[in-house]
């Protein structure tokens, strides 16, 4: 990897994780409680890890500097979809959770202000 790919991929890194802690404390502010975030599984990882009531809901963030390449959501496709099924039942096993899981994806947007944040709750439904 050439310097220049090193810094884009260290940039995309650190937006990456910016947008993840503006998502956690929108969803904060919204009533979720965040217990987990970067869990890795075998087959993908799971941004946020959360719960809101008796839910265990699982959060898909996707952070982009603007719209020049399509909105954060159009990022959460069918093959994100699978990977986030199959990490969900992973960390279910692990975590030996009982309960009902849903889904929610955050999309983070830079703009001049600081972030615009938006929530879709069970995308796949």
């Known amino acids: 990897m050439g310097a220049v790919s090193r810094l884009r991929a260290g940039r995309q890194l650190e937006l990456g994780r910016a947008g993840e802690r503006a998502a956690a ?6 009533g979720y409680e965040v217990i987990g975030a970067g869990f890795l599984a ?13 839910d265990l809901v699982v959060v898909e ?6 719209d020049a390449f399509g909105t954060p959501f159009e990022a959460v496709g069918a093959r994100k979809r699978r990977a986030l099924m199959s990490a969900a039942a992973e960390y279910r ?3 030996e ?9 955050v999309g983070v947007t ?3 202000r600081g972030f615009q944040v938006d929530l879709i709750e069970d995308p796949f439904a």
């Open 110 to 112: 830079v703009r001049e």
């Open 61 to 66: 963030v996707k952070t982009r500097s603007g």
């Open 97 to 105: 959770w009982r309960g009902p899981i849903r889904f929610a994806a």
């Open 25 to 30: 404390d929108f969803l904060r502010a919204r």
């Open 42 to 54: 075998r087959r993908g990882e799971l941004d946020l890890v959360c719960r809101r009531g008796r």
């Open 93 to 95: 096993a692990l975590a």
